[in-house]
């Protein structure tokens, strides 16, 4: 990823430019059926499978393979001014995405090859403002529950003092597959 600085424009503000790079997410897309939450995405962080755009595009990943445990994720952010909204801080749909993935990979260490889930609720609590400068915060989500079709979870935003700057809580729709009926059979004559 690469960020440049261009000359100041009439308005006198300088012009920023990002260039940020990604692979196909279907390759992993792909192999994630055949493996269990929790092999998956420590596959990821091994570089076995692409990670998911949304993380170069925004700028965070898990990090390291002991990121991922059993019921537990954590994700990595710098706040960076491409993450900025008009009043100076970063936007709140970055903490909302952040913390959304932490919480959903928190849950899929739960579950086993071919077991899918999807966001059915999120609710984000704004504690205080990320910026520019302050180095490196923490997505930190651990699950609460799993049951047979619904999951839940929370998570913090927190810095390497243990100050935190979001909560969330999320339940997923836990998808397990549907087995089609034995097909009837023929009757001899």
Sequence with gaps: MTQTEDP????????????????????????????????????????????????????????????????KVTFHLRPEEFHYNPIGSVHGGVYATLLDSALGCAIHTMLPAGVGYTTLDLAVKYLRPLRLGMGEVRAVAEVISVSRRVATASAQIVDDAGKVYATATTTCLVMRPVHAPEPPQESQP
């Design 8 to 71: 100041p424009t009439a308005s006198g503000a300088a012009q920023r430019t990002r260039t940020y790079t990604w692979q196909d997410p279907l390759i992993g897309a792909g192999a994630a059926p055949g493996l269990s939450g929790l092999d998956y995405l420590r596959g990821m962080v091994r570089g076995e499978f692409p990670p998911p755009p949304i993380g170069q595009t925004l700028g965070f990943s898990i990090g390291r393979e002991e990121d991922v445990q059993k019921g």
